[in-house]
């Protein structure tokens, strides 16, 4: 039961580490774009978080390639984020295993 | 184990291979137990002794002889692998839910606490004792359309009675003797006990006694009986 516990208390401190990790991740992208269609035309706008509210910062004409590059941290932050809650059901799991008690 | 997670250390090899480095690294640690299957193919060895963390661990045996430059982390970002930087040193680990990649080199000299940088995969590694042990003796395992180098199973078990006995954790301690055990019994049910001796032979003495005291804290007498047999002629 020992090797257990012990592998078992390796991957609970990974898996904080981790969760640190990820949250670090998720903080680095700033917004996502968005297109809003106003009239007959679309306008671009990035949404993030200032404080508690959510900002709409207009961009302005924006090319392609910076779409491209928007819609691939969108893709990341989704990924991140399916990632991070993997991590913290991983913890919560951990942590009821080693708070089982060994039955003589 | 999980099929996710074979299966994400399948993509991870994949990519080292198509990379070009694959060749450069050998797979070491209990990971390389999961592909010694096929090695043993037709024995009763079921890598039932290797109970696994996530970790893997990468031996990036000749750090000179890398030929193609890979950012490693961008390598295997878009699969969700994040860098982490453990202990006060800063060693990188490239971290995944259901996978920790750790790389290692060996370490020569005095030695070093500080992480061995490796500008040509965009990571640095952890040096360790021991590990020429692992290097000098080697096997290919091939997967799919690919090899995997792992190191020859024999110096893979003598690898680990030699380090079960310096582990500070008792749990690894118990986890690296059992798994050496499983190891040296399916080579000796696969035939190849005279590998054993030849490897145990080439060791420095000093290594051997380890080998001898770590078997002998096992009570494995079967084994111990092929190690301290005088060679013919």
């Known amino acids: 039961m020992g090797v257990i516990k012990g592998v078992l208390k390796e991957e609970l401190e990974n898996s904080h580490d981790m969760l640190k990790s990820y949250q670090r991740e998720i903080a680095k992208i700033k917004g996502c774009l968005i297109r809003k269609k106003i009239g007959k035309r679309y306008y671009y706008y990035l949404v993030k978080r200032q404080g508690g509210k959510v900002k709409f910062i207009y961009k302005g004409p924006i090319s392609e390639q910076v779409k491209k590059a928007y819609a691939e941290q969108r893709k990341m932050l989704n990924k991140y984020k399916k990632l991070l809650l993997q991590v913290k059901n991983q913890i919560k799991f951990i942590k009821r295993a080693l708070r089982g008690k060994e039955t003589a | 184990m999980e099929k996710k997670q074979r299966e994400l250390c399948l993509e991870v090899l994949r990519r080292f291979n198509k990379a070009g480095i694959l060749k450069d690294i050998i797979l070491i640690g209990s990971w390389s137990a999961y592909f010694y299957n096929e090695y043993f193919d037709g024995t009763s060895y079921l890598d ?186």
């Open chain 2, 48 to 233: 039932r002794a290797a109970l696994k963390t996530r970790d893997i661990d990468f031996l990036v045996h000749d750090p000179t002889k890398i030929k193609h430059e890979v950012n490693l982390p961008e390598l295997l970002s878009d699969l969700g692998f994040v860098v982490v930087y453990k202990g006060s040193r800063g060693y990188i680990k490239l971290e995944h839910p259901d996978l920790l990649l750790e790389f290692l080199v060996l370490e020569k000299g005095r030695g070093t606490d500080k992480p061995f940088p490796l500008p040509k995969l965009g990571i640095n590694a952890v040096a360790l004792r021991f590990l020429n042990f692992l290097s000098s003796n080697t096997i290919k395992v091939k997967i799919e359309d690919f090899y995997v180098i792992l190191p020859h199973p024999a110096n893979f078990a003598l690898h680990k009675l030699i380090i079960f006995q310096r582990r500070l954790r008792q749990d690894k301690a118990v986890k690296d003797k059992n798994i050496a055990i499983e190891i040296l019994r399916s080579l000796i049910d696969k035939g190849e006990s005279s590998i054993i001796k030849q490897v145990f032979n080439s060791i420095p003495q000093k290594w051997q006694k380890k080998v001898i005291k770590g078997l002998q804290e096992t009570k494995e007498q079967n084994i111990l009986s092929i190690l301290i047999t005088k060679d013919r002629n």
